[in-house]
């Protein structure tokens, strides 16, 4: 029972510490467990599974496992996103094998399951019109990082001012984090989470990305307010 309560309390105080970095009023009815927890401007957010990605990516970091074969990297990122590893699962229906793996696919977006569902239906330019996500994240999620659903949604339309990408205006969610490539030689990347701010780098070895998936991952952001470059050392535009 005290290890529970304990588990609660620290769940409700990292909720705490994540909504008032977002402005959401703490005292609100709605803010009394982070678990019901509404972000008014992007309610689609599944706000306590967010505070758990970022605890994931803390975690991450300090181990070096944003370091090293970028095999093993990725695994750490759908992990740390709150994703399993599904290479050879149906599109559709769980598939991960693309998340993180080129330029697009790279928003770590946690909402929550009755907006899972929601189509683009033209919203997002580039985006199909029909793009049925809600089977595929309910298979692919870890439960144990909170309410809601986790997925690694399309990053076109970022660099607008608000972003027009499909976790903002798809789900009506904010990112967890999303993964940059940084230039000059984009073999380097920063994670930064929704209001732009690094919340770790890494360095992989081994076989990347493609470079040209890799340096058009940093065209898409460039710009805009996930623009990184010239937040971390040794990257420049």
Request: proline share 7%; aromatic share 6%.
């Amino acid at each position: 029972m005290l290890v529970t309560a304990a588990i609660v309390g620290r769940r409700r105080l990292l909720g705490s510490v994540l909504l008032t970095g977002l402005g959401i009023p703490l005292h609100s009815p709605a803010m009394t467990a982070s678990s019901s927890a509404v972000d008014p401007e992007y309610p689609g957010t599944a706000v306590e599974r967010l505070t758990a990605v970022h605890a994931r990516v803390r975690e991450a970091a300090a181990k070096g496992r944003l370091d090293g074969n970028w095999a093993e990297v990725r695994r750490t990122l759908l992990w740390a996103g709150g994703l399993k590893d599904l290479p050879d699962a149906v599109p559709g229906r769980g598939y991960t094998g693309h998340s993180f793996n080129d330029y697009n696919h790279c928003d770590l977006t946690t909402m929550r399951l009755d907006v899972a569902d929601s189509n683009n239906e033209g919203r997002v330019p580039g985006i199909a019109f029909n793009n049925p996500l809600g089977n595929g994240i309910r298979v692919a999620s870890l439960p144990e990082l909170g309410p809601g659903g986790s997925w690694s949604t399309c990053i076109l339309g970022n660099n607008q001012s608000p972003p027009r990408d499909v976790a903002h205006v798809q789900f009506q969610s904010r990112i967890a984090f999303k993964l940059v490539w940084l230039p000059p030689a984009f073999e380097t990347f920063a994670l930064v989470d929704d209001s732009g701010d690094v919340l770790a780098q890494g360095k992989p070895t081994g076989v990347l990305p493609p470079l040209q998936e890799r340096s058009l991952n940093y065209a898409s952001v460039k710009g805009g307010r996930y623009d990184c470059a010239g937040k971390v050392s040794g990257s420049q535009a």
